[in-house]
């Protein structure tokens, strides 16, 4: 009996310890299912909370504004080269002396120089180009940023020309954009500012091939510039769409936010944009390009905004801006308009992940060619609507006033401003 009751009682002691262990193992299996259960809970809420946290950054972000001033065509007929020379140097730095102050205020500038410069050769004006280096020097000091280069006298000194011209423009601290130093460059510039990555691309016309190969004005291409020039043929627009266009995608790739295309083209002396000129803006619109500044005919054409039907998107377009500076004048070519210009400022906003043109100043422009004692000129480009405004301070007589009041009634009658 008392055997009987000592093995009872080892059973109830042995089931009360498997008892509480499996309690103990059980709360401990809890345990561990509850904290595999919460860590990626845990886990789950800290990512919400930083995506929110970064949703919220993106929301509040601050707007980021810049301005982008763009001139026309820059060119120095031999005439503008003798008066910058003072017998010992040659010193252009008069030409913008009153236009310096709009063009530094601006975040990036840039304008189309239509010359070589190239020191091995003599210099020339009319029909081939070539200027001292130290006009760019000028240039540089008005406070432009980048040289245009694709113009149709881009190879008016051929390769070596060409080549030292690009030289020269980085000599005096400027970049240029049509034209790359070697093939496997690209052939689009960006640049970032103040957080706004702006693209620019640049090209030019091409005239009737010879034997197959481009020409530009005429003059053959050099061969082994042929990939070293952005160039356009009217008679084969879609070669040119197509190069253009791979050009954006992959400036969008960058993840650049807007983008500018420079095109010399048009007519010259007419101020009025032909066909092409409309159909490759509207073209351009459908791929994104968000301005379009147009040159080479030598005289001012409108301007406009074009937007797009079906995707909304907006491009500015300027058609020619005219002469920055030039010895083309009334008492050369009898037609008083090749002395005009204008300068326009696009201020750019960047918000909500957007960026657009806010709004844009324009400041025409007019080239005066004062007499000195020598028999020859100084040419000055100034902003007529403050020489209307402040004669004396521009200490023109009374037939030079006469001249820049015309000026300004041209300009503003042909792009309807106020």
Request: glycine share 6%.
């Amino acid at each position: 009996m008392k055997r009987k009751y000592i093995k009872s009682c080892l059973m109830l002691s042995l089931t009360i310890v498997l008892f509480f262990s499996a309690c103990m193992n059980s709360k401990g299996n809890v345990k561990e299912t509850a904290k595999e259960t919460l860590a990626p809970i845990e886990e789950k809420e800290k990512q919400e909370n930083l995506k929110s946290k970064e949703e919220k950054k993106e929301v509040i972000e601050t707007p980021k504004d810049i301005s982008i001033v763009a001139a026309g065509n820059t060119i120095y007929h031999m005439p503008q080269v003798r008066a910058a020379y003072n017998g010992k140097r040659y010193d252009f730095n008069d030409n913008f002396k009153y236009i310096s102050s709009f063009v530094k205020e601006s975040d990036l500038s840039l304008l189309t120089v239509e010359t070589n410069f190239y020191k091995k050769d003599k210099y020339s004006g009319y029909p081939n180009f070539n200027t001292p280096p130290e006009a760019l020097r000028s240039i540089k000091n008005s406070g432009f940023d980048i040289v245009n280069f694709a113009s149709n006298h881009v190879i008016d000194k051929g390769e070596n020309g060409f080549r030292e011209s690009l030289q020269e423009i980085k000599k005096a601290g400027l970049e240029f954009t049509g034209v790359q130093k070697q093939e496997n460059q690209k052939k689009y510039t960006i640049k970032n500012i103040n957080g706004i990555k702006v693209g620019i691309i640049s090209y030019v016309y091409e005239t009737e091939k010879i034997n197959g190969r481009k020409t530009i004005n005429g003059i053959l291409m050099p061969k082994k510039c042929e990939g070293l020039i952005n160039t356009f043929d009217y008679s084969n627009l879609e070669k040119f769409y197509e190069d253009i266009k791979c050009n954006i995608d992959k400036m969008k790739e960058e993840k650049v936010d807007y983008i500018m295309a420079l095109l010399h083209w048009g007519d010259e002396y007419s101020r009025r944009p032909n066909e092409y000129q409309k159909n490759m803006s509207k073209k351009l619109n459908e791929m994104g390009v968000d301005a379009i500044i147009g040159g080479h005919p030598h005289v001012i054409q409108p301007y406009e905004t074009i937007e797009n039907k079906s995707t909304g998107h907006k491009t500015f377009v300027t058609y020619s801006l005219g002469n920055l500076i030039s010895n083309q004048c009334y008492e050369s070519l009898n037609n008083r308009f090749t002395e005009d210009g204008y300068m326009v400022k696009l201020n750019i906003k960047k918000q909500d992940g957007k960026t657009y043109l806010k709004d844009f100043d324009i400041v025409p422009t007019w080239v005066f060619r004062k007499p000195n004692s020598g028999g020859g000129y100084k040419y000055k480009v100034l902003p007529v609507d403050d020489v209307i405004q402040n004669k004396n301070k521009y200490n023109l007589n009374n037939h030079f006033f006469k001249k820049a009041q015309m000026s300004l009634k041209d300009t503003k009658g042909l792009l309807k401003m106020k």
